[in-house]
Structures are given as C-alpha cells and as structure tokens.
C-alpha cells in the first residue's frame, strides 16, 4: 500500500509539473526562431499557454467525421498516451510490469504516431465536401473520377511515416539500452550514474558515465534528435500537415476544446520527449521526490526544443523524395552506433 500511494503521488506530481512547464516551451522555440530570422517574435506564454486557452474558450463545433464521436475521442487517447509515455519514464513505474523498459517506450510512441492515421482516415473535410469534382449540383458526373477527402492523404503519409520516418528515432532509442546490455531503465540509469540509487531527496547525483560522451551515444543523440523532429512533424519533416496540399492534415476540423487538446498533446511531446532524452543519455530522470534532480532534467531538457527552434528556423519543407533518404541515412548511423555498442 505504501508503494501503491508513493507511485501516485509522484505521477499525480509528474503531471502537474509537466504539463504547465509543456505550455511555457512553444514560446521559447518561436522566440529562438524569430530571433535567427531577425523579428520579435511572439510573448512567451502565446504560442503555448494563452494559444490553449483561448481555443478552450472557443464555441464547439461538430467536426464532418465518419465516426465524430470516435473522431474526438481521439485527442483524450493522445492526452492520456502522452501522460504515460511519460509517466514510465519516472523512476517510479520503472517496477511496474515492466513498462519502464525500451518495450515500453517503444509501444506508447507508436500509439502515438498511430493516432495521427486514425485522425487522417476520419476526418472529412469541409474544403472537400462542399466543393465536390466534379460538380455534383448541376447534375454532372464526370467518367473515370475517383472523389476523396484531402485528409486521405494525410493518413497515408502517417503510414508512410510510421514505416520510414520515425526508424531513426527508435533506432537511437535502443543504443542506451544496448550498452547497459538490459531492456530497463534502471539498469541505463546505473551505469552512468550510480549514485542515484543511494541519494536522499535533497541530493544531486552528478551521472560519472554519461552515454551521450560515448561515441555511439554521441551518434545516437544526433539520431535522436532527427528522430524527434519527426515525430514532432516539425520542419523540415512536417508533410503529414503541409499547408500546400493537405491542409493541416487530419487535425482540421478539429476545433475549439478539440483543437486546444491537440496543442496539449504536441507541446507534452515537446517535453516529453526531451526528458526522456536526458533520462537515457545523461543519467538523470525526472524524479518528483528529488527536487533538484527534477530541476536539473527540466533544465536540459531544453536541450532539444532549443536545437528544434535553430533547425526550423532554415529548414523548408521534404517532400518523401528527401525524406525517405534523410530517414534511412541517419537509420544507418543509429544502427552503427548500436553495433558499436554492443562491441
């Protein structure tokens, strides 16, 4: 019972540390990107926190679905698949069934990047729908036309995406985990930093090992990195919401409360991602019962969104053309950085 109840004070800690800090990082990486490209840029708190509000706000509108009620579930299930990705991360689930394990990391993602195919397949867009080829209100019926919605397209990038796109990222993920020769985070955590087993709540243990100064963890946090690009649909990998073609993608008839759900889910990736990044590479979990090791994991985790901001910020738009390349180039530097490892 005792454990039971220290488990759920940490991740009800857990949850109300990371999702507030989630909404102050937009602003952060659009200031950074503003500031390369020589403007102001928006206040910190906009793009992020005042963004969620104000669409929290919004009058709710029906979205044109297949299935609507499915259709909106599907922010809930990312919310909540979010908060456990990040939740097994935390020193205090690493006991639990085996979820604070690469297996366990690896599946919550790939819910995650799933989602994004559900979204695509339901969502009908309005842009479609009152504007048929060929025109259906005068009668005409053109030969040989197939009609489709434009978020189609959308799921079938993020299958194309889940298949290619994200191997670096997972890839990059097992190289830790290689090298402590173990599928748990406990065990990556004790071989760069022993110390973190036997600290008082006060203490701050420094990691004396840390992977990413390896040279395969050194390739694999730049894998890493492109990884979470990818699944942040950030540029230059933002296809599946390329404003040319598919207009946002399979996110567009979401709105109001829906919309300000999935600004929760992109910005608790941000974050989300980032720790785990710092967890795995540098020794050092989010611990809530640890302040000043929490604090530090908070601190670096800025690592990522900071590098996201520079990388956006000169990057146009891949098409699938410099994508499946770029994808399988870095695979390729994880995947020798994993046989490194295991050497």
């Known amino acids: ?28 990486e659009r200031k950074i990107q503003a500031r390369i490209q020589q403007r102001i840029g928006p206040p910190i708190l906009t793009p992020g926190l005042w963004a969620v509000l104000k669409f929290w706000y919004k009058k709710d509108i029906e979205p044109v679905a297949y299935l609507p009620r499915f259709y909106k579930s599907l922010i809930t299930f990312g ?22 394990s690469v297996l366990g990391l690896i599946g ?10 559900l979204m695509g397949s339901q969502s009908q867009s309005f842009l479609s729908t009152t504007m048929p080829v060929p025109d259906l209100a005068k009668g005409a019926k053109g030969i040989g036309i197939f009609r489709e919605f434009l978020e189609q397209h959308s799921a079938e990038r993020s299958i194309k995406m889940m298949a290619v796109g994200s191997l670096p990222l997972y890839i990059a993920l097992i190289v830790p985990f290689a090298m402590a020769k173990s599928g748990m985070i ?41 990884g979470y690009v990818i699944l942040l649909n950030e540029r230059p990998f933002n296809i599946l919401k390329a404003k040319v073609d598919v207009i946002e993608g399979g996110i567009l008839e979401y709105a109001a409360k829906l919309r300000a759900g999935y600004y929760i889910i992109r910005n608790l990736m941000l974050f989300i991602l980032s720790s785990i990044f710092v967890t795995l590479f540098i020794g050092i979990p989010f611990d809530p019962f640890m302040p000043l090791c929490m604090i530090i994991n908070i601190v670096l985790s800025l690592i990522m969104p900071i590098a996201l901001s520079v990388l956006v910020a000169f990057s146009p738009i891949f098409t699938f053309r410099q994508i499946y390349p770029t994808a399988i180039g870095f695979s390729a530097i994880g995947t020798l950085a994993l046989i490194i490892s295991i050497i």
Do not use: H
């Not at 990705?85 to 006991?95: A, R, V």
């Open 186 to 226: 406990s065990d990556v955590i004790r071989i760069q930093n022993p110390l973190y087993f036997n600290s008082s709540w006060l203490s701050i243990p420094i990691p004396s090992n840390p992977i990413i100064f390896t040279i395969p963890g050194f390739l694999s946090a730049i894998v890493y990195f492109i």
């Open 1 to 28: 019972m005792e454990v039971f109840l220290k488990i759920l004070i940490a991740s009800i800690l857990a949850i109300i540390i990371s999702i507030p800090y989630s909404l102050i990082l937009p602003g952060i």
């Open 108 to 117: 919550i993602l790939k819910l995650e990047e799933f989602l994004y195919v």
């Open 79 to 100: 919310i909540i698949i979010c908060i456990f990705l990040f939740l097994f991360s935390t020193p205090y689930w690493w006991q639990i069934l085996g979820w604070g």
